[in-house]
């Protein structure tokens, strides 16, 4: 984390003591939905910038605050981790239904957001459990063609999809199941995406999934 210096983190399958060093202002998904330690948490926001937390539809699996001032602008953050094959307030996984539904709660809340923060900039960010690479690797299609479909509607860009998914550009079966999404009327300029660490495979035990970075710019 150090050697990526971000200045906004989205942390997932997390904890409240695990973030960057440094000044840094936090807000932790504060529901949990199954047995867990003290502290354990789906979603972790760390942003150097003064942050306010925001209500969401699904306060254990998903986080959102509010900065109104950055060096992009005016922001709102929503993090976030998409059921897989498993079930989701009781609706089943099977056949993406519980992503589905999943989905479609946090599709209202980036649509209520964008109503209540007209001038913000969107940041959707986390684990999606659906890849949006050029060739598959996770998830299904039904699923990744309504994860498609959801961020078009609400015209986010997922800067970590396609030819820009930084973990599937070699030989190793990986790709981006952890997706970074910004709202289209920003305009960003996407500078470069990153994986971490830059090695075939994630570093097990630490974490079966790589970190996923992007650089913007808004000039």
């Not at 998830?139 to 599937?168: C, M």
């Amino acid at each position: 984390m150090a050697s990526v210096e971000a200045d906004i983190w989205f942390l997932t399958e997390t904890h409240e003591n695990v973030g960057p060093s440094g000044l840094f202002h936090h807000h932790f998904s504060c529901e949990p939905d199954r047995p867990s330690g003290l502290g354990e948490c789906w979603v972790g926001l760390w942003s150097k910038y003064e942050m306010e937390p925001l209500p969401v539809s699904d306060p254990a699996r998903c986080a959102a605050a509010h900065l109104p001032d950055s060096p992009l602008g005016e922001l709102v953050l929503f993090g976030c981790v998409l059921p897989w094959s498993t079930e989701w307030r009781g609706i089943p996984g099977a056949g993406g239904q519980a992503f589905e539904a999943a989905l479609a709660l946090q599709h209202a809340d980036w649509d209520r957001l964008e109503t209540r923060f007209p001038k913000a900039t969107l940041i959707v960010a986390g684990d999606f459990n659906q890849d949006l690479a050029v060739k598959h690797y996770y998830g299904s299609k039904r699923k990744r063609t309504l994860l498609e479909d959801a961020l078009r509607d609400a015209k986010l860009v997922p800067f970590t999809a396609g030819p820009n998914d930084p973990t599937a550009r070699d030989s190793a079966p990986y790709a981006c199941i952890d997706h970074i999404c910004v709202s289209e009327s920003a305009g960003w300029t996407l500078n470069s995406t990153a994986r971490w660490p830059d090695t075939p495979a994630p570093v097990l035990p630490l974490s079966d999934h790589f970190g996923v970075s992007v650089e913007v710019s808004n000039l």
